[in-house]
């Protein structure tokens, strides 16, 4: 038997630093949006590893490893939406490598680019809450998370809750217009990059 020919599916891309409400977001999203969307996570990814073999790793080899399982999840997002599935990722875009991987890997796809944004005060006092994140490690992440400065839409889950985000991002699938974030820094930081 053979693969069905399908069109892509879409990818809406949540990026933003820990505990800034990107997998609330996405949760939602899958609730609200008008057809079916799978929610890939890399902290999904991560946790089919066995925490107990990682914690042996010597710091350079547990780097190798975190290397590859997020270039293993650009091209399983990548993989799943060539399939025909329409995809909520969430991810963190803290280094510059990350981005550009995700901009060869994805190159073709329709990618919506989301930047979650969450004030300082409010990431430390989540991830307080929290209990298993160490405090202050979302604020250091924020500069290079956004460092790339396009985004089809943005939201800030400082005092807007997940579900109305996710309705905003609905909204504006609907409407959207003119080139995507993706084609614009595929078009500078590639280019760049040569």
């Given amino acids: 038997m053979r693969t069905p020919v399908v069109s892509p599916g879409q990818i809406i891309l949540l990026n933003g630093v820990s505990s800034s409400g990107k997998t609330s977001i996405a949760r939602q999203l899958l609730l609200v949006l008008d057809r079916p969307y799978f ?6 990814i991560n946790s ?3 925490k107990e073999r990682t914690a042996e790793l010597s710091p350079a080899d547990l780097a190798a490893v975190l290397t590859r399982t997020r270039a293993g999840f650009h091209r ?6 060539r399939a025909g599935n329409d995809i909520v990722a969430d991810y963190v875009l803290s280094e510059r490598w990350r981005l550009l991987d995700c901009l060869t890997v994805l190159a073709g796809l329709d990618v919506v680019l989301v930047g979650v944004h969450c004030s300082a005060a409010e990431l430390e006092r989540r ?3 929290r209990g298993d994140r160490l405090p202050g490690q979302a ?14 839409i943005e939201c800030d ?8 985000c996710a309705i ?3 909204d504006f699938l609907s409407r959207r217009a003119g080139p995507s974030a993706f084609d614009q820094l595929r078009s500078e930081l590639l280019r760049a990059d040569h």
């Fill in 39 to 44: 929610c890939l996570s890399v902290d999904a």
């Fill in 48 to 50: 089919m590893r066995a």
């Fill in 76 to 81: 399983a997002v990548a993989g799943m939406a």
């Fill in 127 to 129: 991830e307080r809450a």
């Fill in 139 to 152: 604020a250091a992440q924020l500069e290079q998370v956004h460092a790339h400065g396009v985004y089809d």
């Fill in 157 to 164: 889950t400082t005092a807007t809750g997940s579900r109305d």
């Fill in 168 to 170: 905003r991002i609905k």
